[in-house]
């Protein structure tokens, strides 16, 4: 049971170049989220997916896109990276209803983004 | 919105001693939950204690524990016995719905020998 696991830890990009950052988890959760956290700051919410197939934009979605790809897989796609999206990315799932706690979200290790 | 502040941006603790971090909140709702999350340089997120504020009684988990105060409006989190891998920083939360944690700045906790 690896929980929640991302891909890649770190990347370096150019301006304008695109990538997905990678999220899948293996505890059968139904909800899952994308967060970036920026120095001194706490995380804020990008998107979110109540479910398969649903998905649901947060506090700052501008210039991202999410595919929940299945119940496990939820991607976070940088279409033209601007220096403003450097940042560190935190992928998290929620437990389902009947599964306790199912408040509780549990966080991937987080990829490191750096936009030149 | 709600909000979350933790006006301790850092703080630090020789080992074995006993530490409190501050967290206040702001909502006008009455159900919610709380969270006290910790990231160590690896940066990972990891839950340490939650609590519904249906609840009275304060959360406990092992060394760490919480004074919720809901008139106050102010979630504390009291750590015993600091052992240096609690050295991180800590991160207030609130849930309203399960849609969105909503987090504090942090507190970074530095253990001292």
């Known amino acids: 049971n690896a929980g929640v696991t991302q891909t890649p830890k770190f990347q370096v990009l150019k301006t304008g170049q695109s990538m997905t950052l990678q999220c899948a988890q293996d505890m059968n959760h139904n909800s899952m989220y994308w967060y970036r956290q920026d120095p001194g700051m706490g995380l804020r919410l990008i998107y979110y997916?109540?479910?398969?197939?649903?998905?649901d934009k947060g506090e700052v979605p501008n210039g991202y896109n999410v595919s929940r790809l299945n119940k496990r897989e939820f991607s976070l796609r940088l279409e033209s990276a601007a220096p403003s999206q450097t940042s560190v990315y935190f992928c998290a799932s929620r437990r389902s209803l009947g599964q306790g706690y199912q408040e509780t979200q549990y966080f991937g290790p987080g990829t490191r983004l750096l936009v030149l | 919105a709600q909000t979350v502040t933790q006006s301790q941006p850092e703080m630090s603790v020789q080992e074995a001693e006993t530490v409190t971090l501050s967290c206040t909140y702001d909502t006008s709702e009455s159900n919610y939950y709380l969270f006290w999350y910790k990231q160590p340089p690896s940066r990972q997120m990891i839950l340490v204690i939650r609590q519904e504020a249906y609840k009275q009684q304060n959360a406990t988990e092992n060394r760490f524990s919480v004074n919720f105060q809901k008139a106050a409006k102010s979630f504390s989190l009291k750590i015993s016995d600091s052992q240096l891998g609690d050295t991180a920083m800590y991160f207030c939360?609130?849930?309203?719905?399960?849609?969105?944690?909503?987090f504090g700045s942090g507190t970074q906790l530095t253990v001292l020998p």
């Open positions: 939360a609130f849930l309203l719905s399960a849609r969105q944690l909503t």
């Open positions: 997916s109540a479910s398969e197939g649903t998905t």
